[in-house]
């Protein structure tokens, strides 16, 4: 499903971040501190690599990935239920998004899903979800669960700790001062994608993952979904691995520490809910 044109039907992006004081003379004079979670700046990292390579990138492996499983007959078509519940998700989280990355207007969004035992689910760069079988199926995942997994997935994507983690790679191994001396960002951009990065296994670091918990955390909340899902999630995720680490994050497990960090973050992004609830 291309959801390129939700935005423009369906939904009106309803922003709650932040807000700017005025003077009765119009003089600026402070901003209230935005709701939600706070994760910081992107990293700097990300400039080393062009967005546009990558979502380029991106969108051609993504097709291949549906090509590969359209050839098994292991791709969801249009009418099936699952597929048209993860995109009426979708479409609720979607507009949330944008104040975290405002590319995210403009990506070609799309949703699908694989049949696979895999207990899997990934957002590529530019809005490229895709969902496995064995996710929905092996956890008996609620929508207020799926919506944690999406939000975490959607999250790595609008925060681009792929690029992150192509730019870092680069520097570790050159050095970004030289890097951007001697190449530039468009050339070292050139020089990543076209080596081939395979999105789908870089890795992502500690930091990354407790992001995108945060920032998926708050997705859920700003489009009606119960962000207290994220405890049960976890929970399942860990009896289901029997404590080894969920695939889907890669070399992550989902701790305790995981789950003690969203319940500190939960009085941040419940307003936040019952707002949307009742919106």
């Not at 681009?160 to 680069?170: C, I, N, T, V, Y």
């Not at 080596?195 to 992001?211: C, I, M, P, V």
Request: glycine share 10%; with cysteine.
């Amino acid at each position: 499903m291309n959801t390129a044109n939700i935005n423009k039907r369906q939904f009106l992006h309803r922003c709650a971040f932040c807000t700017t004081g005025l003077l009765s003379g119009g003089v600026f004079t402070h901003a209230l501190a935005r709701e939600g979670v706070d994760v910081g700046k992107e990293s700097a990292f990300t400039r080393l690599v062009p967005a546009n390579m990558v979502e380029q990138q991106a969108a051609a492996q993504y097709q291949q990935v549906l090509g590969q499983a359209a050839q098994q007959r292991a791709l969801g078509p249009e009418n099936n239920a699952q597929v048209q519940r993860l995109r009426a998700i979708a479409q609720r989280i979607i507009p949330n998004s944008y104040s975290w990355n405002e590319r995210a207007r403009n990506w070609k969004w799309e949703v699908n899903l694989i049949g696979s035992k895999q207990i899997n689910a990934w957002c590529m760069p530019g809005g490229k979800i895709a969902f496995y079988t064995g996710i929905l199926n092996t956890l008996n995942l609620t929508d207020d669960e799926i919506a944690a997994v999406m939000g975490h997935e959607i999250a790595h994507a609008l925060r681009e700790h792929a690029r992150e983690r192509m730019g870092k790679s680069a520097a570790t191994s050159i050095g970004a001062n030289v890097l951007s001396q001697m190449l530039g960002a468009g050339a070292l951009g050139q020089q990543l994608i076209g080596g081939g990065a395979q999105l789908l296994t870089l890795k992502f670091s500690r930091e990354d993952e407790s992001e995108a918990d945060l920032v998926g955390l708050e997705l859920a909340a700003r489009s009606g979904y119960n962000p207290q899902a994220g405890i049960s999630l976890w929970q399942k995720m860990s009896a289901a691995n029997n404590g080894a680490p969920p695939q889907w994050l890669s070399t992550h497990p989902a701790s305790g520490t995981r789950i003690a960090d969203i319940q500190k973050n939960l009085p941040n992004v419940m307003p936040l809910y019952e707002r949307a609830r009742k919106g």
